[in-house]
Nanobody
């Protein structure tokens, strides 16, 4: 069984940066597509970014422009079995619980239902 454990969240001031980590156990990256999602209080879970099995990265349209500017960057370290999400220039609206998830689909994109395993989440709180 795949186990995912997020870390790296915290309380930061607007303009700061965080690097979220997701340690994967029970399966290798070669078999998985991975994604980052977030959920703010009272809102639906929102897909942010994914890396599929062949390494292709996709960002949600809602953050695509920010990703081009380097505000959101998804990456993985296969040797450490760890997925990362770097978030720069944090804004109060980034406040949410952030989750990583894994999928056996080749191209799950950001479809929540195609992700099988989820971590418990790491809280990010951004103050103005």
């Amino acid at each position: 069984q795949v186990h995912l454990a997020e870390s790296g969240g915290g309380s930061v001031q607007a303009g700061g940066s965080l690097r979220l980590s997701c340690l994967i156990s029970g399966e290798s990256f070669d078999s998985l597509s991975m994604g980052w999602f977030r959920q703010a209080p009272g809102k639906e879970r929102e897909g942010l970014a994914t890396i599929d099995k062949d390494g292709t990265t996709i960002y949600a349209e809602s953050i695509a422009a920010d990703s081009v500017k380097g505000r959101f960057v998804i990456s993985q370290d296969n040797a450490k079995n760890t997925l990362y999400l770097q978030i720069n220039s944090l804004k109060p609206e980034d406040t949410a619980m952030y989750f990583c998830a894994s999928s056996y689909s080749r191209r799950p994109r950001l479809v929540v239902g195609l992700y099988t395993y989820w971590g418990q989440g790491t809280q990010v709180t951004v103050s103005s």
